[in-house]
């Protein structure tokens, strides 16, 4: 039994768009290499005819290095600042903040836990029965 199905998630239709996005993705990054690729080359023929090749090659691989150093900052910035929302909304949940007080209750009223328990059995098996 899938998690996603017990929440009524279509899978195979997340599955088809995913796939989608995700060939567009590596169509998107090839052609963009890709342009990286040609806009280099053209920069080292341009340079190459004011300095020697050997300088506008160094040139042009010290500039794409600066480039991929500033865009590897940026990731770890963004990266970092998506780990602190994630975190704040993980302790400022209402779950979170509920499930405490919930197994608390739980531990001393252990006869209502179970019935608890049970009912929600219940419930997800008549749901799963009526998908077969």
């Known amino acids: 039994m899938n998690v996603a199905r017990l929440f009524g998630v279509d899978v195979p239709h997340l599955k088809r ?13 090839v052609t963009a290499v890709l342009a990286v690729g ?11 005819r004011r300095f020697d090749p050997e300088i506008a090659a160094l040139i ?6 600066l480039i991929a150093l500033i865009a590897l900052v940026v990731a ?16 400022s949940s209402a779950a979170v903040a509920f499930a405490p007080t919930a197994l ?11 019935v608890v328990a049970a ?11 009526t998908r077969r």
């Not at 768009?17 to 990054?29: F, M, P, S, T």
């Not at 040609?38 to 190459?48: D, P, Q, R, T």
């Not at 770890?76 to 302790?91: D, H, P, T, Y």
């Not at 608390?104 to 179970?114: E, K, N, Q, V």
């Open 17 to 29: 768009r995913g796939g989608l996005a995700a060939v567009a993705a590596a169509i998107a990054v």
């Open 104 to 114: 608390s209750l739980a531990s001393r009223h252990t006869r209502l836990a179970a």
């Open 76 to 91: 770890r910035l963004v990266l970092n600042k998506a780990q602190r929302e994630m975190k704040a909304a993980i302790s």
């Open 38 to 48: 040609f806009a280099a080359f053209a920069g080292h023929i341009a340079l190459s």
């Open 60 to 65: 042009v691989a010290g500039s794409l290095l």
């Open 119 to 129: 009912v929600g059995v219940g419930f997800w098996l008549a749901r799963n029965a």
